[in-house]
């Protein structure tokens, strides 16, 4: 019975906690290698520029033809679409 008991944590630590862990490793790699001017999109689809890093809190430019912007925490991106030109230059 204890044989079993470990044999299940040991494939739920392979399935569920590690690929969590890593998914987790890899978003907050990603929020913090964010800068201004790069292209985001938020958890909720929101397509943007970044145009302010303040501490935790971003300013997307969503309509630079009506200067659109939002505030939202940092943790509401979900992805880099393109990085600054500053970085590609690197």
Do not use: C, H
Request: no cysteine; charged share 35%; glycine share 6%.
């Amino acid at each position: 019975m204890i044989l079993m008991m470990g044999a299940l944590f040991i494939i739920m630590w392979l399935l569920v906690i590690r690929p969590q862990k890593k998914e987790q490793r890899r978003k907050e790699d990603m929020l913090s290698r964010l800068k201004k001017n790069d292209e985001v999109m938020t958890l909720v689809g929101i397509y943007g520029k970044v145009v302010e890093i303040d501490g935790d809190n971003v300013v997307l430019l969503v309509d630079p033809k009506k200067d659109v912007k939002i505030r939202m925490r940092r943790a509401a991106i979900e992805g880099i679409l393109t990085q600054s030109q500053e970085d590609e230059k690197k």
